[in-house]
């Protein structure tokens, strides 16, 4: 006995349907290099996030501090995430967006965010700055 067409085509999509569940995801969480480590705490970069274009790159760091901080606005918080941009000729480097987090390691709730926070500034060489950007370039 051949199934009719309305079975068909149902077992085709539970088919289809059942291959999605098996793929795995390939969103995973960044994986942090770290890069600096000083008084001030720890300080990584998402190596899957460096992006080019000529001398440029833009990337994500995370700062891990060793001791709870007090924002501007009078919030605590323990790690923040950053996007930098870069200009790797120039030495030159600027936050285009920060988010602050509660707990270590950017875990926790955001407790604030902040964009565009300042112009191209040159890059000083014993700054944790300087090391991302030799990493990232």
Excluded at 68 to 93: D, H, I, L, W
């Amino acid at each position: 006995m051949k199934p009719s067409p309305a079975y068909a085509t149902l077992a085709k999509a539970l088919a289809v349907t059942l291959a999605v569940l098996v793929i795995p995801v390939s969103h995973s969480a960044p994986r942090w290099d770290q890069i600096v480590v000083n008084s001030q705490g720890y300080y990584h970069i998402d190596p899957a996030s460096i992006a080019r274009d000529g001398d440029r790159r833009t990337f994500n760091s995370a700062l891990d501090y060793r001791h709870p901080q007090t924002s501007s606005t009078g919030k605590s918080y323990q790690s923040v995430e950053s996007q930098f941009q870069v200009n790797c000729r120039m030495k030159m480097a600027r936050i285009v967006h920060m988010s602050y987090y509660s707990g270590p390691m950017l875990t926790g709730s955001v407790v604030e965010r902040q964009g565009m926070l300042q112009d191209w500034m040159e890059v000083d060489a014993t700054s944790p700055v300087h090391r991302l950007m030799h990493y990232a370039c």
